[in-house]
């Protein structure tokens, strides 16, 4: 039996990041998936001919790449390979009535409007809302419970201008904004890429903050293979920290699970450096969630109850099972 200071269920690029930070950490990490590789949504098949390598989920990561998680694990990430590359276009359409690309130059976005004669319309929309830019993405990574995003979004919604263009739905927008069948054709995917129909309310705004989003950060993806990337992503928590990667087969914590394989993280401790002391003191029960990053405490756990694995369950002698898909319990703690 070996002993882990923390174990992630589910081997996403998530879970990869937060074995990474928890190993530099000086933790043992147990990585479990039951897929045949790790990687989650980051993965590439050979689908249509033989050498030619598709992105079945991710194709770009500007989320990833703009965090603070890339920007610690880059300089090992980069060792391993990872090469990410920003495209000057990130984005195009082809109609019937016409095409066009949108670019990682304002400038270029702007005359590409002008042409397909919406370009006075294109240029107020984004003066209008210019004024929203840093308190909106100042949001995006706020927490929004806080007092101060409170006073934040209470001065955005006393503008008028803010509140009508928040409530509007993206075909209202773009029918409002332009005459162009082509750049209304370019911008309104983006509402749907967020999960937001074209005509919910309030799915307008984030068509909006994707064209400025995507034109200052753009679409970028790894110059290798996204199997690439999630390798690199486990190595570094690993190689460089003279662990090593440990296929197993098991059957994980009870006879339902489809769970049959699993992913070692293993952390080998030397004297002396920083983060090598085993984590005596923790006594607390760690959920990574799929969307989150690391080091969340699931509620309701601590050193008072006792916890268990059941199928990427932390459960509560007496209470209800608390979802999670990771468990760091206390060092010792065994991975049956």
């Known amino acids: 039996m070996d002993a882990w200071d923390a174990v992630i269920i589910g081997s996403g690029h998530n879970a990869l990041v937060a074995g990474a930070f928890l190993a530099r950490d000086g933790w043992r990490v147990l990585v479990l998936e039951e897929r045949d590789r790790p990687g989650g949504l980051v993965r590439t098949e050979e689908l249509t001919l033989p050498g030619f390598k598709h992105d079945v989920y991710a194709s770009a990561h500007p989320l990833f790449t703009a965090g603070p998680a890339y920007a610690a694990l880059a300089p090992d990430l980069a060792g391993r390979g990872l090469e990410y590359r920003r495209p000057r276009y990130w984005s195009g359409v082809a109609t019937p009535a016409g095409s066009t690309v949108l670019s990682s130059d304002p400038a270029e976005n702007l005359a590409e409007a002008e042409r397909l004669g919406d370009g006075p319309a294109f240029a107020k929309l984004l003066k209008d809302f210019e004024p929203f830019v840093e308190p909106v993405f100042g949001l995006l990574g706020a927490e929004l419970s806080s007092r101060e995003s409170a006073?934040?979004?209470?001065?955005?919604?006393?503008?008028?201008?803010?509140?009508?263009?928040?409530?509007?739905t993206a075909?209202?927008?773009?029918?409002?904004?332009?005459?162009?069948?082509?750049?209304?054709?370019?911008?309104?995917?983006?509402?749907?890429?967020?999960?937001?129909?074209?005509?919910?309310?309030?799915?307008?705004?984030?068509?909006?903050?994707?064209?400025?989003?995507?034109?200052?950060?753009?679409?970028?993806?790894?110059?290798?293979?996204?199997?690439?990337?999630?390798?690199?992503?486990?190595?570094?928590?690993?190689?460089?920290?003279?662990?090593?990667?440990?296929?197993?087969?098991?059957?994980?914590?009870?006879?339902?699970?489809?769970?049959?394989?699993?992913?070692?993280?293993?952390?080998?401790?030397?004297?002396?450096?920083?983060?090598?002391?085993?984590?005596?003191?923790?006594?607390?029960?760690?959920?990574?969630?799929?969307?989150?990053?690391?080091?969340?405490?699931?509620?309701?756990?601590?050193?008072?109850?006792?916890?268990?694995?059941?199928?990427?369950?932390?459960?509560?002698?007496?209470?209800?099972?608390?979802?999670?898909?990771?468990?760091?319990?206390?060092?010792?703690?065994?991975?049956?």
Do not use: Y
């Open 151 to 168: 006073r934040v979004i209470g001065k955005l919604f006393r503008d008028r201008g803010f509140a009508q263009l928040f409530t509007l």
């Open 171 to 336: 075909r209202d927008l773009l029918t409002q904004s332009f005459t162009s069948p082509v750049l209304k054709a370019a911008l309104a995917p983006w509402a749907l890429h967020l999960g937001r129909g074209p005509d919910e309310a309030n799915s307008g705004i984030w068509v909006l903050l994707c064209q400025i989003a995507l034109t200052l950060a753009g679409m970028p993806g790894p110059a290798v293979p996204r199997t690439a990337r999630r390798r690199a992503v486990r190595r570094a928590a690993v190689d460089s920290r003279g662990g090593r990667a440990v296929p197993v087969r098991a059957r994980l914590f009870r006879p339902a699970s489809r769970a049959v394989g699993a992913a070692a993280l293993r952390r080998r401790t030397a004297a002396g450096g920083r983060g090598t002391a085993p984590r005596r003191r923790t006594r607390r029960a760690f959920a990574v969630s799929q969307r989150g990053g690391a080091g969340t405490p699931a509620r309701g756990t601590d050193h008072r109850h006792r916890r268990s694995l059941h199928c990427g369950q932390l459960t509560r002698a007496g209470g209800p099972g608390h979802r999670a898909v990771a468990v760091a319990g206390r060092p010792g703690a065994t991975a049956r």
